[in-house]
């Protein structure tokens, strides 16, 4: 009976009750809302993003009506989330919540803490409704704010400071520097035990950034209608689909010539593993022009790939990690190319990535142009 009634606790409070829809916010949070429209925790449903589609439509979850993926990908859909944790059944439908919401702004405002676990982190959902975290910005780290109005002056000047519609708490440390975003980032594993993807977040000392000053940087325009704000945290989220050039400074790469030969480096400023997401695939592209040619070399992976038995095999198949050359947190990958440069010469180099492998992209049906071209992150020239 005890254990019914914290499993019952803990279920609840892992996956919350129903969440205010994102259009009340709206009304006083436009530019926010917006830009969240835009983003990818806007467009995480099978509904609004085909690659993550693509590989539900082949995993064998599928076929046995386990739309598990819910827990990170559509977590404001109450409804089937509920569905899943009473029989572990439940397949999703479409709906407005998975059209615009899947993780709304109150399921993330409405983290209070995060559950640590193997296969995945989970993130404690506080049961208050109409009360937010947000993180301080020159508040006091103690405060939680309700709506309130101050007159001086025998009512001549009024200051309104809170939200008329919500009460802010910026005690919560799960908020701090993005810790609040690992219950669905930090890590997955399949059903096998092999971890399928992994952020790998290292800290140090020397980086200032985090999730949140990196993903979601301050841009022009008010927080609200009601207190005007000259900058606003940016909820497009930058990212490998949403404006992922603005990210690219925190990429650096250079070519040199040692003992004749080309050498190349590539660091990583991040404080995490860069295109963990096994389908990506990022890649150095080196073109070398002489007077009268034009060389590629081959291009340099940097991906993680999956198998079973020495072999490559889907995310769901996998036992072990048979290759993993991505760009770890804060590594500076040398790279000696062995090609005996002869000045005159231009070498070009061309970092960037595909969204889905290509190899990956075939066996899997995904055909979008988006999907399988190559996005150029970085070019740079140098005349030896
Ligand atoms: C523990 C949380 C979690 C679970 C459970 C989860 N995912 Fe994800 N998934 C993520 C996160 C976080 C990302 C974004 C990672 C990134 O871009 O590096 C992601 C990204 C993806 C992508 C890449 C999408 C794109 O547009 O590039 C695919 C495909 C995907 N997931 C498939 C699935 C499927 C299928 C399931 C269920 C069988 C699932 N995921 C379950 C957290 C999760
Ligand atoms: C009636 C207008 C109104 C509505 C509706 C509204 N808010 Fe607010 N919200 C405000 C105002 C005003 C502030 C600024 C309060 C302050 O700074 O004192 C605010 C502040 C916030 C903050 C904290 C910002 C910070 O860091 O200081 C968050 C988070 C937030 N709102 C989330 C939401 C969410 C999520 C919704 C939808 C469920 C929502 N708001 C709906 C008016 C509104
Ligand atoms: C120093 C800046 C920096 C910090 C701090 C940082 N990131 Fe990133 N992140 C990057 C860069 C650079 C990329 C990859 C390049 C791009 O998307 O243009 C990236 C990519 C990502 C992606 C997309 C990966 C993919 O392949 O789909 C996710 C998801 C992500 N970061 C989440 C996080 C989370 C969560 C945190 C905090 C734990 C975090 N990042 C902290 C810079 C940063
Ligand atoms: C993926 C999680 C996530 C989602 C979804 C999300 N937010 Fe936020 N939001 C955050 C984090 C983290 C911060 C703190 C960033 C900061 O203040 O620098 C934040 C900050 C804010 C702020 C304060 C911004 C500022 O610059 O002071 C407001 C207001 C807000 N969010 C409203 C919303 C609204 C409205 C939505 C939906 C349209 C939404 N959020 C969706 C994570 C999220
Ligand atoms: C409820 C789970 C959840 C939380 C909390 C969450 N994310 Fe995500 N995030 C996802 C999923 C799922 C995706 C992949 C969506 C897809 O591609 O279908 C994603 C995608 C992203 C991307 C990739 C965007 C792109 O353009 O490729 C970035 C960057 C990102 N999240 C950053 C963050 C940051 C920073 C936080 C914390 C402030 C955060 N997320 C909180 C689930 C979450």
Known sequence: MYRTLTMFLLATSLYGANFISSDVCRKCHPTIYNEYRDSMHSKSSIYSDDIHKSVWEHHPMKKDGKYKCAKCHTPSDTKLVNSLLKDGKGMPQDNEIEQKEPIGCTYCHRIKGIKEGKVSNSNIISQKPKYYFALKKGKNENEVIKFHETTSFFGLSRKVTGSPFHTIDYSNKTFNSGKMCLGCHDHKQNSKGTTICTIDLKSSK???????????????????????????????????????????KYIKIDAKKVDGKLQITVKNLANHKLFAQPL????????????????????????????????????????????DTTLKAFENRVIDTNYTIKSPQKVILEFGYYKVAPKFASKLGINSKDATTFHTLIKKEYNF
């Open 206 to 248: 020397e980086s200032k950034e985090n999730c949140i000053t990196c993903h979601m940087p301050q841009v022009q325009g008010s927080f609200n209608t009601i207190i005007k704000s000259k900058t606003h945290a940016y909820h497009g989220f930058l990212g490998v689909h949403n404006n992922p050039k603005a990210l690219a």
């Open 280 to 323: 990506r695939l990022a890649q150095l592209h080196i073109t070398i022009q002489s007077k009268d040619k034009s060389t590629k070399l081959k291009p340099f992976d940097f991906s993680t790939v999956l198998g079973k038995d020495g072999k490559a095999a889907p995310a769901w198949l996998a036992t072990e990690i048979l290759k």
